[in-house]
């Protein structure tokens, strides 16, 4: 493949760099401070300029009123866009909408589309995806309790669901549920559109991930479907392709959350070298002086080039050839960027001693949020699994 950043591409991630650096980062420590939904009001004013910019969605078809850039094109603006908690957020491509304007413009029929895509890809409502469950481990998304019974023309959903992100505030959840008990392992479960506010729809609470509650699209929540009953007409695709639908949507999600990844880390490594530059150890003496703090720059420097180059081919294969002939390599960059992701925040927060872990830089910020990468969308060593797998079976075995 040919990593030359496209001619058109160029003016557009200088504008998108320029609104990050100007706009946003400027904002993160009052939204850390007083939480994101009281600062809804202030993030609409920062979404509301990037659409007049003309760069609203970047991952949305043009019909959409998004940009209309191919998966590869979209990586290279996730990594701009990175760069801050809050970027994808006032771009419109933040999860997990993004994932689920994707599930709804390829499965959903035209009333689910206007009814919920329309408003969803200009930002007028949020959505959440209902997958993950207390009881049941997440790396198997074919073993669920939640059930849809059908009842006529409806679905009933009986079960408890969590880490179901930016519920809080969400209009609808797209819920996986079991449809059909009976059928192949994988051919089990539905993808089903439920409304917020339909009865027996329970936020229990928002999950506190390592002392952080959260709120609005910055949370994570614990919900319980207790005889909620909806249309059967909320399903999306066919009864059963649940599962199908889900790998379809993770792997250009992993793109996207591994090219946020190395923005977190291009800004990390930012932070830590200026930290090195200034700060002085002794009069005259700074932390650049260090080899060991030298190593950690060459050695950040080193693998966030690696992980780039890796994630850029991936997008290429899924452009070129499809989501199924790239999963080695969508598992392959899952699991190696999570990795340069974890220590390059961790040498940043080291470079910075006591600084590092307060609030008073976003190292903190990524730090917490972040070590989850190596967990949600499949934990590194499921997808580790995945690439022996295939690379053995060059060699006769059969796992």
Same mark, same amino acid.
């Given at each position: 493949?040919?990593?030359?950043?496209?001619?058109?591409?160029?003016?557009?991630?200088?504008?998108?760099?320029?609104?990050?650096?100007?706009?946003?980062?400027?904002?993160?420590?009052?939204?850390? =401070?007083?939480?994101?939904?009281?600062?809804?009001?202030?993030?609409?004013?920062?979404? /509301?300029?990037?659409?007049?910019?003309? &760069?609203?969605?970047?991952?949305?078809?043009?019909?959409?009123?998004?940009?209309?850039?191919?998966?590869?094109?979209?990586?290279?603006?996730?990594?701009?866009?990175? =760069? @801050?908690?809050?970027?994808?957020?006032? &771009? *419109?491509?933040?999860?997990?909408?993004?994932?689920?304007?994707?599930?709804?413009?390829?499965?959903?029929?035209?009333?689910?589309?206007?009814?919920?895509? %329309?408003?969803?890809?200009?930002?007028?409502?949020?959505?959440?995806? #209902?997958?993950?469950?207390?009881?049941?481990?997440?790396?198997?998304?074919?073993?669920?309790? @939640?059930?849809?019974? @059908?009842?006529?023309?409806?679905?009933?959903?009986?079960?408890?669901?969590?880490?179901?992100?930016?519920?809080?505030?969400? =209009? &609808?959840?797209?819920?996986?549920?079991?449809?059909?008990?009976?059928?192949?392992?994988?051919?089990?479960?539905?993808?089903?559109?439920?409304?917020?506010?339909?009865? *027996? &729809?329970?936020?229990?609470?928002?999950?506190?991930?390592?002392?952080?509650?959260?709120?609005?699209?910055? #949370?994570?929540?614990?919900?319980?479907? $207790?005889?909620?009953?909806?249309?059967?007409?909320?399903?999306?695709?066919?009864?059963?392709? *649940?599962?199908?639908?889900?790998?379809?949507?993770?792997?250009?999600?992993? !793109?996207?959350?591994?090219?946020?990844?190395?923005?977190?880390?291009?800004?990390?490594?930012?932070?830590? $070298?200026?930290?090195?530059?200034?700060?002085?150890?002794?009069?005259?003496?700074?932390?650049?002086?260090?080899?060991?703090?030298?190593?950690?720059?060459?050695?950040?420097?080193?693998?966030?080039?690696?992980?780039?180059?890796?994630?850029?081919?991936?997008?290429?294969?899924?452009?070129? /050839?499809?989501?199924?002939?790239?999963?080695?390599? !969508?598992?392959?960059? %899952?699991?190696?960027?999570?990795?340069?992701?974890?220590?390059?925040?961790?040498?940043?927060?080291?470079?910075?001693?006591?600084?590092?872990?307060?609030?008073? @830089?976003?190292?903190?910020?990524?730090?917490?949020?972040?070590?989850? /990468?190596?967990?949600?969308?499949?934990?590194?060593?499921?997808?580790?699994?995945?690439?022996?797998?295939?690379?053995?079976?060059?060699?006769?075995?059969?796992?």
């Amino acid at each position: 493949m040919d990593f030359t950043i496209p001619e058109k591409m160029r003016p557009i991630l200088a504008e998108m760099r320029k609104i990050v650096d100007e706009e946003l980062i400027p904002a993160e420590s009052e939204v850390a =401070r007083s939480g994101f939904s009281a600062t809804v009001p202030m993030l609409a004013e920062k979404r /509301a300029r990037v659409k007049a910019a003309g &760069f609203w969605a970047p991952q949305l078809a043009r019909d959409l009123g998004g940009m209309g850039l191919s998966l590869q094109e979209h990586a290279l603006v996730s990594e701009v866009l990175g =760069r @801050t908690p809050i970027g994808h957020y006032c &771009f *419109g491509c933040q999860a997990p909408d993004a994932g689920n304007m994707e599930v709804l413009h390829s499965y959903g029929s035209a009333e689910q589309k206007e009814r919920w895509l %329309k408003p969803l890809a200009a930002g007028e409502i949020r959505s959440c995806f #209902s997958m993950t469950e207390p009881e049941r481990p997440g790396s198997n998304p074919t073993w669920m309790e @939640t059930r849809a019974v @059908t009842d006529g023309d409806d679905y009933v959903i009986d079960g408890r669901k969590w880490f179901t992100s930016s519920a809080d505030g969400a =209009r &609808f959840a797209i819920v996986m549920a079991v449809t059909n008990p009976d059928a192949d392992l994988h051919a089990r479960a539905s993808q089903i559109i439920v409304p917020t506010d339909t009865p *027996g &729809f329970k936020l229990v609470r928002n999950v506190s991930v390592m002392g952080h509650a959260g709120s609005d699209w910055d #949370s994570h929540a614990e919900i319980e479907y $207790c005889n909620v009953r909806v249309p059967r007409a909320n399903r999306l695709g066919a009864e059963g392709a *649940g599962f199908l639908i889900a790998q379809e949507r993770l792997g250009p999600g992993r !793109i996207h959350h591994c090219m946020r990844w190395i923005g977190i880390c291009e800004r990390s490594f930012d932070l830590m $070298c200026e930290r090195a530059a200034r700060r002085e150890l002794s009069p005259g003496k700074t932390l650049a002086s260090k080899q060991i703090v030298q190593e950690w720059i060459a050695d950040s420097r080193a693998e966030i080039n690696a992980a780039r180059l890796m994630v850029l081919q991936a997008a290429w294969k899924i452009d070129t /050839a499809g989501v199924h002939a790239s999963r080695e390599e !969508i598992s392959t960059i %899952k699991y190696f960027v999570a990795g340069v992701l974890q220590r390059v925040v961790d040498r940043a927060v080291q470079a910075h001693g006591a600084l590092g872990v307060t609030d008073d @830089t976003v190292l903190a910020q990524f730090y917490r949020q972040e070590r989850a /990468a190596r967990i949600y969308d499949g934990p590194d060593e499921v997808h580790k699994v995945v690439v022996a797998k295939n690379a053995l079976k060059k060699y006769g075995v059969s796992l």
